[in-house]
């Protein structure tokens, strides 16, 4: 089959998942204070606005913080498309058969004690969910995960989540990266289409969810945190076609002997070799990032700034060791930056003048935020540069009064403002915060 008829039946198959009608969780007790991973798992989505059914489910029966407790997920009424699972490893199998006999399309196992804890039984427990599954038309997503978030239907696994939609959508192994990912993101006004946490990934994995998220319209731009890959040749191919449609950033962990560790005991993931994955990533048209925070800086910039028409890239900094890292970033990065021309650098020397030692080739040292604007109005004739990239080291003054930062601020806010409003070309602003900001 081709890739993209590949992808687009991914799309289709999958839709289901985020657009659930009822929703049962196995595993509720305690009531509204306590920890309990079923009951937080209702709260949570009742309190995001969930808009089909919500049912809790325990041997025990009862009523927990208003919700209806029934006995088994056989005697919930109506129908139940999706089924969360907060039970200990030891009992999936049989609510298992009984999403069988309910007619679940899906079970998302928050349960974890799989093949993760190295152990023969763990992985016995994974192939005997797998062969249910599989027998019957059930998809798993997991075990081992905290599962999905879709604030278009009110789909949370974390009560911090906000509830307006986004066009950036992250895909991960990891349930806490998921959480970090949102809370960082959303911190900076950017919001999610879909998040996917899918752990041990012994069924749905990698590759289905990137099939899905290529071809979801919804979504602009996809994060991946990844630890190693079920298929690996499989998302390759998939990688190589999403990204000629969908910006892909990919945090790749496991990158050594000791992180290579650490994901077999997480998500008992293999996580493979790292010049391997670079070159795979590389060839594929990926972003490799290498923390949260960077990937939601190229999500930023991705979702936020036209995009260029070539390499070339004009970058204004505060000059000395500061531009010097920030050339040697961009090399690496694969960006140029070409010689600022004699009667440019001549503007650029009226402007800021030469007390300061600062260069005006490309990059050009600017001390003076409050100059920003007239630095680039000052190049504006100049047509050898695709995109600017500024970086601002508002860090510099983090050990100041308060009152002193935010004067300082204001005039880097204005600066900012500034350009945005006079600048023709894509361009990119980096501020430089230290701890205390």
């Not at 069988?100 to 994974?126: P, R, Y």
């Not at 892909?248 to 998500?267: E, F, N, Q």
């Amino acid at each position: 089959m081709c890739i993209k008829c590949e992808i687009g039946l991914a799309s289709l198959s999958l839709e289901y998942l985020f657009h659930p009608r009822s929703i049962a969780v196995a595993g509720v007790s305690g009531d509204s204070d306590s920890f309990n991973a079923g009951l937080r798992y209702l709260l949570i989505m009742a309190e995001s606005g969930f808009k089909g059914s919500l049912h809790g489910v325990n041997p025990s029966g009862n009523e927990v913080a208003g919700f209806k407790i029934y006995a088994s997920v056989r005697d919930v009424p109506g129908e139940v498309d999706y089924v969360i699972s907060a039970i200990p490893a030891r009992f999936t199998p049989q609510l298992m058969n009984d999403c069988v006999v309910k007619g679940v399309k899906a079970v998302q196992f928050f349960t974890a004690g799989f093949s993760e804890i190295e152990d023969a039984g763990g992985k016995k427990l994974e192939a005997e969910l797998l062969s249910i599954a599989r027998s019957n038309g059930i998809r798993i997503v997991g075990p081992n995960c905290l599962g999905l978030y879709c604030p278009e239907t009110g789909l949370s696994f974390s009560p911090q989540f906000p509830r307006q939609s986004g066009d950036f959508a992250f895909m991960a192994q990891s349930g806490g990266n998921s959480v970090n990912c949102v809370c960082e993101a959303s911190s900076r006004g950017i919001y999610f289409s879909k998040v996917i946490s899918f752990g041990n990934a012994i069924d749905l994995n990698e590759c289905d969810f990137l099939e899905y998220l290529a071809d979801d319209p919804k979504t602009r731009v996809i994060g991946v945190y990844l630890e190693g890959a079920r298929d690996g040749a499989r998302f390759a191919r998939i990688l190589r076609e999403t990204t000629k449609r969908k910006p892909v950033i990919v945090l790749k962990a496991g990158s050594t002997d000791a992180g290579v560790r650490a994901a077999a005991s997480h998500t008992g993931s293999m996580a493979g070799c790292n010049d391997m994955w670079e070159s795979m990533l590389r060839q594929a048209g990926a972003i490799r990032v290498h923390s949260i925070g960077e990937v939601v800086d190229v999500a930023s910039v991705f979702l936020r700034m036209s995009f260029p028409k070539g390499r070339r890239a004009l970058l204004i900094g505060p000059g000395g060791g500061a531009s010097v890292i920030a050339a040697d970033d961009c090399a690496r990065a694969g960006l140029v930056l070409p010689l600022l021309p004699a009667a440019s650098r001549e503007k650029m020397k009226q402007l800021i003048g030469t007390e300061t030692g600062g260069g005006f080739r490309n990059p050009i040292d600017l001390y003076r935020p409050d100059l920003l604007k007239q630095a680039v109005e000052a190049v504006g004739d100049w047509d050898e540069f695709d995109v600017l990239l500024a970086h601002l080291p508002f860090e510099l003054y983090g050990l100041m009064p308060d009152a002193t930062k935010d004067a300082i601020r204001s005039v880097f806010v204005q600066a900012v403002l500034s350009l945005n409003e006079s600048l023709f070309k894509p361009h990119a602003v980096v501020l430089h915060a230290s701890t205390a900001d």
